[in-house]
């Protein structure tokens, strides 16, 4: 078939559905010199992996949403044509059934051929994705980032929504989209997703000691919390006992003989013996912090170590095998059929027949942080995992995929060789009915698969899932516990939060417990109903026993 064959003889409303039949300049390109197999793009930079700032205490503020002017990526006549540039025999194909897609009028055949677009389109992306290690062009970064193969299959206020949505990741947070992401794992900044081994040079010795480095990075990190815990509860004991020693030095005249001081009074004697107790917390703590210091200088002379070795053996930046890229595309893939489900819409590209989003609606960066910042305001645990007793926040990282799904899941709840400080990993596609119950999907599986971690082999009797298994059984539910409860917590978060009672009264006290809402949102549902208030004053008595 000759190169231009098929867009001569393109159908006229197909033109006019592409923006093709007002000038000639607007004719959809000619094929014949791209479809072959050139190379761009390839390539990868240094950097090392993430790492987890502890201090950080909630995500940040969103200022812009929206860039003021957009981009005009999306106006070019040409952006067809060079997104599927150089991908070989795949993008004809892709081209092929794509038009037979758009021109059929019947509308049996035309479901035919969108089934048959959707495997070849996918296969026409990984070719795409294995180039995201190097700069992809704009167009391509475009058709990883938001599934736009041609803009003129969106709206103009699509348009020009689209290219307005911020770039690049200002705040630097770890919300990234998919060409952020596939960049990541293919320069070797984030682990692969996938279970097997990264393949890499060397006989895999950089990628052995990097997990190790990752694993004694987080040992580092966990302990530097530790020891600034240990400072800080320093600090404070020894503010109270300046603040008592200064009780006692109070002195008033005796009222038998006014030229000597009075005896201590009961405050004072309470205050002495306090210090007591005080100068015993502060021997202890001491004795804590001394080990700490040593768990520290241990684990900052393993890092250096380890480091030491990476550039041995050629330095810090670890060259991956395509393997890599491949595998999390694949990867990628099988997240995205599981934000849609069986039912859900597979179609794999943007189109206006399918985008029904409102601007707040569409999962972009800055719509996602907003998001997970209103569900921490209400569970003020979401994103905090407990090591050594110290509980941290540890904010995951959130890939965003651009399909019509409705739910968001997590992938894993820490990578398994920085179980301390390591991020999970949630999905969340960006084209949901409604966003928030998405990213709320996402939150509410990290949450399962966090707490089943930490309980072990006792999930099914200790903690949030052992309590929640215990009431599930104790119902004689069937099904899938963890979708129980992903709904369960998404009533939680939705209805209790505002005070609606809509859960069973055994799971009410289980996530009040183990899911507490933050102080904020307590204080204001202890006044709504005796049931929240009985809650909170469990709370009180929990506060004051030993074993809470």
């Avoid at 205490?57 to 999306?74: A, C, M, Q």
Wanted: one cysteine or more; proline letters at 3%; aromatic letters at 10%.
């Amino acid at each position: 078939m000759a190169g231009n064959d098929v867009f001569d003889d393109m159908d006229p409303e197909l033109a006019a559905l592409l923006g093709t039949a007002s000038t000639e300049s607007n004719k959809l390109p000619d094929f014949s010199d791209i479809f072959g197999g050139g190379k761009e793009g390839e390539g990868s930079d240094g950097g090392s992996r993430d790492s987890v700032d502890l201090s950080n205490t909630g995500f940040p503020v969103i200022t812009k949403r929206l860039e003021e002017k957009g981009h005009d990526s999306f106006n070019d006549q040409n952006y067809y044509k060079s997104a599927l540039l150089n991908e070989g025999d795949i993008a004809q194909r892709v081209h092929t059934i794509l038009q037979k897609f758009l021109t059929t009028k019947d509308p049996k055949d035309r479901s035919v051929f969108r089934q048959q677009f959707i495997a070849p389109y996918w296969e026409f992306l990984f070719n795409v994705a294995r180039k995201a290690a190097g700069d992809l062009p704009h167009y391509k970064k475009f058709l990883l980032r938001f599934g736009i193969l041609h803009p003129n299959f969106l709206k103009a206020e699509s348009r020009d929504y689209f290219s307005k949505v911020v770039v690049e990741n200002e705040l630097e947070q770890p919300v990234l989209y998919m060409d952020e992401w596939l960049h990541g794992v293919g320069t070797s900044k984030m682990r692969s997703s996938a279970t097997d081994e990264v393949r890499v040079t060397k006989v895999n010795v950089q990628s052995k000691l990097q997990q190790a480095l990752e694993k004694a990075q987080g040992k580092l990190d966990g302990t530097r919390t530790i020891v600034k815990q240990k400072d800080r509860e320093r600090n404070e004991i020894e503010k109270i006992i300046r603040n008592r020693i200064e009780t006692i030095y109070e002195r008033n005249p005796m009222r038998e003989i006014p030229d000597i001081s009075d005896c201590l009074y009961e405050g004072q004697k309470s205050a002495a013996v306090e210090i007591q107790n005080l100068l015993k917390d502060l021997l202890k703590n001491d004795n804590e912090l001394d080990s700490s210091v040593r768990d520290y200088v241990a684990a900052e002379s393993e890092v250096q170590m380890l480091r030491d070795k990476i550039e041995a053996e050629g330095g810090s930046t670890v060259t991956v095998d395509i393997g890599a890229l491949d595998s999390e595309f694949n990867t990628i893939r099988q997240m995205a059929k599981m934000t849609c489900g069986r039912q859900g819409n597979h179609f794999p590209i943007l189109t206006g027949d399918y985008f029904h989003c409102g601007p707040n609606d569409v999962a972009t960066r800055e719509n996602v942080l907003t998001m997970l910042a209103r569900i921490e305001s209400i569970d003020a645990e979401a994103f905090c995992r407990i090591y050594k007793n110290k509980l941290n926040r540890i904010s995951p990282y959130v890939l965003l995929i651009p399909t019509y799904g409705d739910t968001g899941f997590c992938w894993e709840p820490f990578d398994r060789y920085n179980r301390a400080t390591s991020r999970g990993r949630i999905v969340i596609p960006m084209y949901p009915k409604n966003l928030y119950i998405a990213v709320l999907t996402a939150v509410a599986d990290l949450r399962w698969q966090v707490a089943k971690e930490k309980a072990s082999f006792y999930w099914m009797e200790e903690g949030l899932t052992g309590h929640y298994y215990l009431w599930f059984q104790s119902q004689k539910l069937k099904g899938d516990i963890k979708e129980f409860f992903i709904n369960d917590y998404i009533m939680w978060m939705t209805k209790e939060a505002e005070g609606i009672q809509k859960l069973d009264k055994d799971i009410r006290g289980t996530f009040w417990r183990y899911m507490p809402f933050t102080r904020e949102v307590k204080e204001k549902l202890k006044t709504r109903n005796l049931v929240y208030q009985e809650l909170y004053q469990r709370d009180l008595n929990r506060a004051m026993s030993d074993g809470y």
